[in-house]
């Protein structure tokens, strides 16, 4: 599940927990939305907006938050199917059928745990696999508003180079 955990809270499923403000833009290569609509009222969250833009090979996705009350750091979440490498610089590999992405963050923001997650489900295996890896970003500081950074991009030799 690749969304937020605010305050300890999950997104809800059903309509009364939908996003709000969603905006796609063809020409631009972005979309945006306000998922705080879509987590109870207990993650104390007053706007979570989340906006992907796609810039030649690099995907930005950004969140900018407001919260009106911290009660535990934020978790910015993300699956992928290859084993992430993780390196010091804020940078972490994964590979997939022979193709390879560098996920960027700043380091100085979070404290990143990898988990692998076995699939039972016969659906799910039959689309992924044994297992995905879940990537957990742990927020270092607990504010009331921010904004968290990420890129993906494909790597190359050049990107590899950097991160060995």
């Known amino acids: 599940h690749n969304l937020p955990t605010i305050n300890g809270c999950m997104q809800r499923d059903g309509h009364s927990y939908a996003a709000t403000k969603v905006k796609a833009d063809e020409k631009r290569l972005t979309f945006s939305l306000d998922i705080a609509a879509a987590y109870p009222a207990e993650a104390k969250v007053h706007t979570w907006n989340r906006s992907y833009r796609l ?7 950004t969140d900018k938050f407001a919260l009106s009350e911290a009660i535990e750091p934020n978790v910015v979440n993300f699956l992928a199917k290859g084993k992430p490498r993780l390196f010091a610089d804020g940078r972490l590999l994964i590979a997939v059928e022979g193709i390879e992405a560098l996920l960027k963050y700043n380091p100085k923001q ?3 745990a990898i988990d692998e997650l076995p699939l039972t489900d016969a659906d799910l295996r039959n689309s992924w696999g044994e297992h995905l890896y879940h990537i957990v970003f742990k927020a270092v500081d607990t504010p009331l508003t921010g904004t968290y950074d990420f890129e993906i991009t494909k790597a190359s030799k050049k990107s590899l180079n950097q991160v060995q």
């Open 55 to 61: 810039r030649g090979n690099t995907l930005h996705i």
């Open 110 to 112: 979070f404290v990143v």
